[in-house]
């Protein structure tokens, strides 16, 4: 294993559909029930039965529309507020409409959600306005159960294979190039149509561990969809609205005040007391995190020791087995008792994530992009806050569109010297005799990145990151260095993530205003609706770099009051209340 | 420019005594997310034990959640835990 093969195999098939975390396999799901004759392949670089974010569960549904607690407006008001306003409704109301549907289909796969004693879910409060967390008190199985669906469907799963640039022709979609990361052939595999599933850019910055793996993200989630989105000509919006999380210090994880907060615990600077009114995740919310650090009243912390023993027997119970279980490792090390002790939080390095912000390639409410035949969804697709059940619910929009799209189409001519000219960039590291290994190019990437994007972001120091990246990306292309197909694999994520650099500083540069709290906080400029209240779209530009261009945000369906389009901005809690 | 052979402590333990690679499973193998596991061979050839190979772990837990025979146990990378 590991060794550096020749070879390269084409395949053909219908609908090709690139990660199978979340999003991806939902797809899958939907097209061929749809439609089953079609060939549908799922493919990941990882193994579908345990990939992604969800490889080992999740505690809760952090945003589910329920009959009864919550109406699709409502929910579309509450993103559009959190989202500071930049959001086409068009694509969040149909989710809300229709992922009450997706819920009860995961039920049916053996999901179990929190029931009250009547037998109706048991929905909890967490956001601003509304109520949508959902428990899931079997939630380590929800990954094992997605795959008996896949096996069932007979869905055509292709693992250890990474894509690294997608195909056009004709104008369209025509297909994706994959790498086998333990031999290096590559497959070529022709498409009608393509959904992309690849999950955030976890790899961005770099954690204040300086451990390259120790990200909030899954971290084989290296930002290759958003490189090959861009690559291919795709729109990609709001990029400059980073992922930025309140995460345990030094383990990265969620802090999960989701699944605490509706039980009593809550988020606490030094002294115990809680300083804003909401722990859901926005880039207001890490506005006043950030403050209250930089007020030195930090550190910040999750706070449960005031709770009683059965409450955080439950909260511990479910933080250690779902999710990510090595947090209970992490405490125990640490000698940490929720009972006695704080649990001390940090900022984390930045991403790009719609999943929890906004960045993302641009998709419009049937997860097509700006190129035809090609569909994003999950936490790549730039529909805001779309988290797991978004991650289901537009991977599913995606399956059902490019069954309809697939009728009418054949293959798309494409041209082989971008496969010949793709196996030429790919190798470059495996013809020289020794040079950089893509670990030292990444961790140098990333360490400029928290260097110089992490908000407040400063013009002056952003125009450096472009220099030091344009310097860093020469030394990848002409010097790194590999000697096996695993390194390789890094060596490709390393390219990735360097595109990923450039596009971060490059959107931020192009917004010159302050939006999303501290995701777009640009300490130069205050908020201005009206230059900016627009999304902005980044392209690959004719001269190989980013360009750029504003997007008028869709008219609304769902009206904002002029009082309640800052509700996210006023968190801060007035007077402190001391801890009981 | 030769490469250092620079020494780091990986997370991820294999029990050598539990471990079955010897009559071919590969489960922590297949299942990691990094791909950072790999079965060590014998003179022959042949499987002996699994072991990290890569140091480039997100502590998920999925190797040691389906052992077969608890021959895995995660523990935090060094520099965050
Ligand atoms: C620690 C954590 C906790 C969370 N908690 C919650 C929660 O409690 N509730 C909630 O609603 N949401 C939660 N979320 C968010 C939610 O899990 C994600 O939004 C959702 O799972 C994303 O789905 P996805 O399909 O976009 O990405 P993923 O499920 O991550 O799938 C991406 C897939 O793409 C594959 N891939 C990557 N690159 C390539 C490539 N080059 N070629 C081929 N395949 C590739 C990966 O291997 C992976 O399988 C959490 C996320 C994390 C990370």
């Avoid at chain 1, 207001?284 to 403050?291: A, K, L, T, W």
């Avoid at chain 1, 912390?301 to 479910?318: D, G, P, Q, S």
């Avoid at chain 1, 750029?548 to 389009?565: F, G, L, S």
Wanted: glycine share 8%; hydrophobic share 35%.
């Amino acid at each position: 294993m590991d060794e550096i093969l020749d070879g390269t195999t084409q395949i053909d098939c219908d609908i090709l559909i690139i990660g199978g975390g979340t999003a991806g396999p939902m797809a899958a799901l939907k097209a061929k029930r749809k439609n089953p004759k079609a060939n549908v392949i799922l493919l990941d670089k990882a193994n579908v039965k345990r990939s992604g974010a969800i490889s080992m569960g999740m505690d809760g549904l952090n945003n589910s529309v329920i009959p009864g607690y919550a109406t699709p407006e409502q929910y579309t008001k509450e993103i559009t507020i959190a989202n500071d306003g930049i959001v086409d409704q068009k694509a969040v109301y149909r989710y809300a409409e229709e992922c009450y549907g997706i819920i009860q289909e995961l039920d049916e796969f053996g999901i179990r959600f929190q029931k009250d004693q009547n037998g109706e879910y048991d929905v909890k409060k967490v956001h601003h306005i509304g109520t949508y967390v959902l428990p899931m008190p079997n939630g380590d199985t929800v990954k094992k159960a997605l795959y008996r669906q896949l096996r069932k469907a007979r869905i055509n799963i292709i693992n250890r294979y990474m894509a690294t640039r997608l195909l056009t022709g004709e104008g369209r979609i025509a297909g994706a190039i994959c790498v086998n990361t333990r031999t290096a052939e590559f497959l070529v595999v022709r498409a009608k149509a393509v959904v992309m599933s690849l999950g955030a850019a976890g790899r961005l910055g770099l954690p204040a561990s300086g451990y390259l793996y120790g990200t909030y993200e899954n971290a084989s989630n290296s930002g290759e969809g958003y490189s090959m989105a861009y690559h291919a000509g795709a729109g990609l919006a709001n990029l400059e609205c980073f992922q930025i999380n309140p995460l345990i210090k030094d383990y990265n994880g969620p802090a999960c005040a989701y699944v605490a907060g509706p039980l009593g615990g809550y988020t606490s600077n030094a002294q115990g007391e809680r300083f804003i009114e909401c722990d859901y995740w926005s880039g207001q919310m890490m506005q006043e995190f950030y403050d209250e650090l930089q007020g030195g009243k930090g550190p910040v912390y999750l706070k449960l020791n005031h709770l009683a023993e059965e409450t955080v027997a439950e909260i511990e119970r479910v933080l250690h087995i779902v999710e990510r279980p090595t947090r209970g490792h992490f405490h125990r090390g640490r000698n940490t008792d929720y009972r006695k002790d704080m649990i001390e939080m940090h900022i984390s390095e930045i991403g790009f994530c719609s999943g929890h912000s906004a960045s993302g390639v641009f998709v419009d409410e049937r997860a097509r992009t700006t190129i035809d035949g090609l569909y994003a969804a999950g936490d790549m697709a730039n529909v805001p806050h779309n988290y797991m059940l978004g991650a289901f619910t537009n991977g599913a929009f995606a399956g059902l569109d490019a069954v309809d799209f697939i009728k009418d189409v054949d293959f798309a001519d494409f041209d082989m010297g971008d496969v010949d000219a793709e196996r030429t960039r790919v190798l470059a590291p495996t013809k020289r005799d020794d040079g950089i290994p893509p670990n030292q190019i990444e961790y140098k990437t990333r360490r400029f990145v928290n260097d110089y994007l992490q908000p407040p972001k400063v013009t002056a120091k952003m125009e450096l990151a472009q220099r030091r990246f344009e310097e860093v990306r020469h030394d990848m292309e002409t010097e790194m260095y590999v000697r096996d197909s695993h390194e390789l694999m890094r060596s490709l994520e390393a390219s990735a993530i360097m595109d990923c650099a450039d596009m971060a500083a490059a959107a931020s540069l192009y917004r010159t205003e302050s939006r999303w709290g501290l995701y777009h906080n640009r300490v130069e400029y205050e908020r201005d609706d009206e230059n900016w209240f627009c999304h902005t779209i980044l392209t690959k530009g004719d001269d190989g770099k980013p360009a750029h261009a504003k997007k008028a945000v869709d008219d609304y369906i769902v009206e904002i009051d002029e009082d309640e389009k800052d509700a996210y901005n006023n968190q801060r809690v007035t007077s402190t209340v001391a801890a009981e | 420019m030769p490469l250092a052979q620079t020494s780091t402590i990986v997370p991820v333990v294999i029990d050598d005594a539990l471990c079955i690679a010897d009559k071919g499973c590969t489960v922590c193998v297949d299942v990691c997310p990094l791909d950072v596991l790999r079965i060590v061979e014998g003179p022959d050839g042949s499987p002996v034990t699994a072991h990290m190979k890569y140091d480039e772990c997100w502590y998920c837990m999925p190797c040691e959640a389906d052992c077969p025979t608890g021959a895995v146990t995660v523990n935090l990378p060094f520099l965050l835990k």
